[in-house]
């Protein structure tokens, strides 16, 4: 992939915020991160407000309902769905009402298929994971479901282009095995890499930009190639030498890097040089040409920024924003 929906020196949010206030909450997101903004979440405005509900409310013919346990399946909506339903329309209004004559990226982000499964309890209480075949209609499910809601993102803002991301957290401990039995004293069976990628690539919108984050250790990167991803979103400050080869074979097949360098709770936030050492570091022990560098990668938080304060989450979208101007720059230039 040569062409990247966003321009030179980009950076972005990864999804969550803090507060109840989605039309501030989303002037902010316009004004620091302009090049690629993105409709957040707020999970502390209660059920369904979180990226679990807001995913779920997006299931089709597969309604979900809040226990003691978290969210499960269940025969018919009820008042848990219609809550998640809501806070989303609500949210798409004020997308419109921000976003009003924008034209070009704007990011959506939506639980992934494994992530959801091993979230989501089936009726009789295990986790969806344990069972192959649900995993598979919730796939399809989703799938269809987030065809309808980037719809209707392109209703309301007709300029954009949209960009999907897709959280996947729980991937790698569904690959490893490691996810634990609803009555926490097993251990779930680990899913084959094919099977992974096959399920990721069924929720894949055709001819739109799909990124997956994963902030968690060990990305599986060939199981995210296998599924036809064009992006991927990761924590820097979890890299490891041993993913530099993997990370260098995906950027040479055009994958596009979206490297968290900054913290998603408060902090005393580093300065701009350092927040972009990370990316320029990486980029040149790779070897890649520098002229890439400020294209191809776009800098973010290290995960949500659901847990920090609104005065932080807005300084680190900014402090990521001025970041990024400094991988316009010739590598070489940033050494100490």
Do not use: N
């Given at each position: 992939?040569?062409e990247?929906?966003?321009g ?75 809550r ?20 070009g ?11 959801l ?32 809601h ?25 690959l ?77 097949r ?83």
């Open positions: 992939m040569s990247f929906p966003w030179e020196a980009s950076a972005t949010g990864v999804g969550s915020h803090p507060g109840a206030d989605h039309v501030e909450t989303l002037r902010t997101v316009f004004g620091e991160v302009p090049d690629l903004p993105y409709l957040p979440e707020l999970p502390d405005r209660g059920v369904g407000a979180d990226m679990v509900g807001r995913t779920a409310s997006l299931l089709v013919d597969l309604p979900v309902e809040v226990q003691p346990s978290g969210w499960r399946f269940t025969d018919r909506p009820g008042r848990d769905l219609r998640a339903r809501e806070h989303l329309a609500r949210d798409l209004d004020g997308l419109e009402e921000v976003a009003q004559g924008y034209e990226p704007l990011k959506i982000q939506v639980c992934g298929p494994w992530t499964a091993g979230t989501v309890e089936l009726r009789y209480g295990d986790r969806t994971l344990a069972d192959p075949g649900a995993v598979r209609d919730v796939a399809e499910s989703l799938a269809e479901g987030l065809a309808a980037i719809a209707a993102v392109r209703s309301r803002v007709p300029g954009a282009t949209v960009v999907v991301q897709l959280e996947e957290p729980g991937l790698p401990g569904a490893a095995g490691t996810v634990p039995t609803a009555s926490g004293f097993g251990r779930l069976a680990a899913v084959e890499p094919p099977i992974a990628a096959e399920r990721l690539r069924a929720v894949l919108p055709p001819e739109v930009f799909t990124v997956v984050h994963c902030c968690a250790p060990e990305v599986p990167f060939d199981v995210l190639r296998s599924a036809g991803v064009r992006g991927v979103s990761l924590d820097a400050g979890l890299l490891r030498r041993r993913d530099e080869d993997k990370i260098g074979e995906a950027i040479d055009g994958t596009a890097l979206f490297l968290g360098v900054v913290p998603g709770t408060d902090s005393r936030l580093p300065d701009i040089g350092v927040v972009a050492r990370p990316a320029v570091e990486l980029w040149r022990r790779l070897g890649f040409a520098p002229a890439g560098l400020a294209r191809q990668v776009v800098l973010t938080p290290s995960c949500g920024l659901a847990g920090a304060s609104p005065g932080y989450a807005r300084a680190a979208l900014a402090r990521c924003r001025e970041a990024a101007r400094v991988l316009r720059e010739d590598p070489e230039d940033e050494r100490d």
